[in-house]
């Protein structure tokens, strides 16, 4: 069946390093990729997209990269600040505004 | 900048009575979603609603699940008979074109 899963459930970094957040997808169908981060308390915030045509999309100080050979998704956040400690999940739909298949999350804590 | 809110924040409720979780959509949105999170586990949809009607549903969204739009502006989640089982947060979220913005959530405990 579809799952989009994270391979490490945890990560700490120091504060201005860089940090990359991987992913693993299955459903070959995906079209969208989405990365949320959820600080504690709240819902999922968006942070960025992608789809399926592209292999990368840049943010404010966020990229995410997309290899459909191996259905790998990555997160890259550059100089990590303690505001970015969160829990990141990545998430797929088939089409716009379809259901988000999310994976576990994974925990990105930042050291001072 | 629009948001989606939820109420209540946290539900206390007896196993077997009905709870209605509540939701206003961001105001320009016309698809509109339920997902769950049990403690320390992924987000897991329940619902999406477009048109006043259910577009899709998951497993997880039995008979004694519903939703409804009762107005413009609400969108309801209602468990009937609530079990243990059903302890979670619920977030609703809405979109317009393709991004999915989260309520804050609403935390059941079900005792």
């Known amino acids: 069946g579809e799952s989009v899963g994270l391979h490490l459930p945890t990560l700490s970094v120091q504060e201005g390093d860089n940090s990359i957040i991987n992913c693993a997808y299955s459903?070959?169908?995906?079209?969208?990729f989405i990365w949320y981060k959820q600080e504690s308390g709240k819902g999922p915030q968006f942070i960025i997209d992608?789809?399926?045509?592209?292999d990368k999309r840049q943010g404010q100080r966020v990229t995410v990269l997309l290899n459909k050979t191996v259905k790998h998704l990555s997160l890259q956040i550059a100089a990590t600040q303690p505001g970015d400690s969160a829990v990141y999940f990545c998430a797929e739909n088939e089409k716009a505004n379809s259901k988000l298949t999310f994976g576990k999350g994974i925990t990105l804590s930042v050291r001072p | 900048e629009p948001e989606v809110t939820q109420t209540p924040s946290h539900q206390v409720t007896q196993m077997g009575q009905e709870v209605i979780l509540r939701c206003v959509p961001i105001s320009n949105h016309l698809y509109f979603y339920w997902y769950r999170q049990i403690l320390g586990q992924k987000v897991e949809f329940l619902v999406s609603?477009?048109?006043?009607?259910?577009?899709?549903k998951s497993e997880i969204f039995d008979d004694q699940f519903s939703v409804e739009r009762p107005d413009g502006s609400n969108f309801t989640l209602k468990i009937r008979s609530t079990k243990l089982e059903d302890s979670a947060m619920y977030f609703c979220a809405s979109s317009r074109t393709s991004w999915q913005f989260f309520g804050p959530g609403t935390r059941l405990t079900v005792l």
């Open positions: 992608i789809r399926s045509n592209m």
């Open positions: 459903n070959s169908a995906s079209d969208y």
């Open positions: 609603f477009y048109n006043n009607e259910i577009s899709e």
